[in-house]
């Protein structure tokens, strides 16, 4: 715990500010440029986007296997890149961790060779220990002497995490590493994950392209998209509010929630859940998971409204809330509904009128129970 | 004769294929991962030797190594001997001969190890002498061996460089395949032939042996693959 505690200590934020321009020879298309700058602190951060939009190459230009034209790269005090200052430290030097998109797991070593070749300078006693440590924490002890071609894709994952940090990197870069992973495997893997950065708190940048490793893993996300950074937040303010419309359609899910699952029917195939700590509760389908904390997801577009209490429904949630906010954009009018929670709901301008719908007034809410994603266990 | 040609032969193919692969491992690492625009200099020079006809490479290094030459005078002075029609000459000459067949394919090798273990070893904080021995030789291994096969195949095989260089002088530079073209010149085709059974014989042991080697699952150093 001694050594844990010294890591803390040592533990800085990570500054990126970057500026590159692709030249035509690069696969990136033509006059395409990354401008990007963030400060991460210790924890999880989401670097999500579509494909393309130089997610990658933010984390090559981090470890110093790209160099940027300009910019600055800083981890606490140690400055890793810096343009001005003529300042370029070699990735080896750089104790940044980086688990590749494709692993990248030495294919002539064992899974005990691999997660020592970072780490043989130091005396043999040392080095047992340490990777004893990593081996308990990520569960592969009996997969030691296999080679990565004997392994399966959750346990090849949890090598190469086990090998990148061993090291004790100051910073952590995952590149869409759990993208071929079932959910359960996943959700095992990131809280093994969240448990050893628990006590080593670096910062942890994680790149993808999908909206649901985005609820999965991240209390911080970056939306970036053709090299620029469009919004910056958590999960639920940046894609539920969808300033930017490449936002909304890569979030999809305009009304994310975290719940509390506080009964199942396996007999009806559903369950009951709780938004928050609210007394507001949702029946949504029942699904496989690892905890009782669960996301849900809600299209606005999925939810109806009325101005009276509705009966004889087949719809298992009707909600009485009433609305905060009225927005039209285009053809679609946002409502914002609040029923204790902020719901945002979609509908047509004729709707809205029909329904005569302004501030302050009650509404129902009708929402169905398969409208209802489970989207990934936190 | 025949057994001093042969095991004259042998020791000029084992020596050349030794000093090829030291030469090889460097230079098949530069032309895999240098990012130099002169690059293609370097890979027509050392693919030469497969175009020219022997005669011109060994003349060339005949005029280059002979006693009249700035490196064959360094060298007389050096060790009061001479290059030219010698064995070390012969040496000299064969590595030149066969290089190309030593450096493309331990090169091409070199390029196919996937760039990303490369990158995740130096994010480990691998120098690239220790990525170069612990991640890039060890998946190249077999194009080292080939490397090392054809080398030695290609130099038990020659004759113009050897001949423009070496002469024919028994015991010192006179290889099997110069034996034989000097038998079939005196009209001796029963030495001739002899020699060039043997020849055939102890070659396709040898390469068998070393095939035979790579196929087995236990000595294999890919069982990856």
């Known amino acids: 715990m001694a050594v844990s505690a010294l890591a803390k200590s040592e533990t800085a934020t990570l500054t990126v500010a970057l500026r590159k321009q692709f030249a035509g020879a690069s696969t990136a298309p033509p006059g395409f440029s990354l401008d990007v700058q963030f400060t991460l602190t210790p924890g999880f951060t989401v670097l999500f986007g579509p494909s393309g939009a130089g997610k990658t190459s933010v984390l090559n230009c981090i470890a110093g296997l790209q160099d940027p034209d300009a910019g600055l790269v800083s981890i606490g005090e140690a400055v890793l890149f810096d343009a001005q200052a003529n300042i370029n430290v070699p990735t080896r030097d750089r104790h940044v961790g980086y688990l590749f998109q494709t692993l990248a797991l030495f294919p002539h070593m064992n899974a005990r060779q691999n997660i020592e070749y970072g780490i043989n300078t130091l005396p043999p006693q040392e080095r047992d220990t340490r990777t004893q440590e990593v081996v308990q924490s990520f569960g592969i002890m009996h997969i030691l002497d296999r080679r990565p071609s004997q392994m399966s894709g959750g346990e090849r994952q949890r090598v190469a995490l086990a090998r990148a940090l061993v090291t004790r990197p100051k910073a952590l870069l995952l590149d869409e590493p759990l993208t071929a992973l079932d959910a359960i495997t996943r959700s095992r893997i990131l809280d093994d994950l969240r448990r050893w950065n628990a006590c080593h708190a670096v910062p942890v940048l994680c790149v993808t392209h999908e909206l649901e490793e985005v609820y999965a893993l991240g209390s911080l996300v970056l939306v970036i998209e053709a090299g620029r950074i469009l919004a910056e937040g958590t999960p639920q303010e940046v894609l539920s509010r969808a300033r930017f419309e490449s936002i909304a359609q890569l979030a999809g899910f305009e009304n994310i929630f975290e719940c509390q699952v506080v009964s199942s029917h396996e007999e009806h195939g559903t369950m009951t859940c709780r938004i928050g700590n609210s007394e507001t509760a949702l029946e949504v389908p029942l699904t496989r998971r690892s905890s009782d904390r669960v996301r849900v997801g809600v299209r606005a577009g999925d939810i109806l409204l009325a101005t009276e209490m509705p009966v004889g429904l087949s719809a298992r949630n009707v909600l009485k809330g009433t609305i905060s906010s009225l927005d039209r954009r285009d053809v679609t009018v946002v409502a914002v509904v609040d029923c204790g929670q902020q719901f945002a709901v979609h509908l047509t301008p004729s709707a809205c009128e029909a329904l005569a719908l302004e501030r302050g007034k009650p509404v129902w809410m009708v929402i169905k129970t398969y409208s209802c994603r489970v989207l990934e266990q936190p | ?225």
């Open chain 2, 1 to 225: 004769m025949i057994l001093q040609a042969l095991a004259l032969t042998l020791r000029l193919a084992v020596v050349v294929a030794l000093i090829l692969i030291v030469i090889a491992l460097p230079l098949g690492y530069w032309l895999a991962m240098s990012r130099s625009r002169w690059k293609f200099l370097v890979e027509s020079v050392v693919a030469l030797p497969i175009v020219l006809p022997p005669t011109v490479l060994g003349f060339y290094v005949l005029t280059a190594i002979g006693p009249l030459s700035p490196i064959g005078r360094w060298y007389h002075v050096l060790t009061g001997g001479s290059l030219a029609f010698t064995f070390r000459g012969l040496v000299i000459g064969s590595v030149l001969y066969s290089l190309p067949f030593a450096v493309q394919p331990i090169a091409a090798a070199f390029s196919s190890v996937d760039r990303t273990l490369l990158q995740a070893s130096a994010t480990l904080g691998a120098s690239s002498w220790r990525s170069f021995w612990k991640i890039i030789l060890p998946l190249g291994i077999p194009g080292v061996f080939t490397g090392l096969v054809l080398s030695f195949a290609h130099t038990l095989g020659e004759f113009g460089v050897v001949l423009m260089i070496g002469g024919n002088i028994p015991g010192a530079t006179q290889t099997a395949s110069i034996l034989i073209y000097d038998q079939v010149q005196a009209l001796n085709y029963a030495v001739a032939n002899q020699t060039a059974f043997l020849l055939l014989v102890s070659c396709f042991v040898l390469l068998a042996v070393l095939f035979g080697l790579r196929r087995h699952t236990k000595w294999s150093l890919w069982e990856w693959q």
